[in-house]
């Protein structure tokens, strides 16, 4: 089982970027799929999650309205689109998923690489 989250990069403040997350051994359509980031010296903090339908998210208060999440399952793959971003939104990025829905990271049992988003002021 392998989640890889990539589309990482450097933007500048008010730019965008895309973040895909591809499973393998895992039908990510069986789960309900997060999305959480980690600052330097910071914990790991909730971001945004997609229900295993694709029917219902939730986005955490400093991303919302500015972040969407979305899922393809005929590509196995969860998106996060990043609009707007603002230099806090600097840390690496992570794509997992639960079969629960809920925002708690403990309860997401499967988690994929980071990706590194890096956003200049």
């Known amino acids: 089982v392998q989640l890889q989250a990539s589309g990482g990069g450097l933007v500048q403040a008010g730019g965008s970027l895309r973040l895909s997350c591809a499973a393998s051994?895992?039908?990510?359509?069986?789960?309900?799929m997060g999305w959480f980031r980690q600052a330097p010296g910071k914990e790991r903090e909730f971001v945004a999650r997609?229900?295993?339908?694709?029917?219902?998210?939730y986005y955490a208060d400093s991303v919302k309205g500015r972040f969407t999440v979305s899922r393809d399952s005929g590509k196995n793959t969860v998106y996060l689109q990043m609009n707007s971003l603002k230099p806090e939104d600097t840390a690496v990025y992570y794509c997992?998923?639960?079969?629960?829905?809920?925002?708690?990271?403990?309860?997401?049992?499967?988690w994929g690489s980071g990706t590194l988003v890096t956003v200049s002021s």
């Open positions: 997992s998923a639960s079969g629960l829905w809920t925002s708690l990271p403990s309860l997401f049992g499967y």
């Open positions: 997609i229900s295993n339908s694709g029917v219902t998210t």
């Open positions: 051994g895992l039908t990510l359509s069986r789960y309900n």
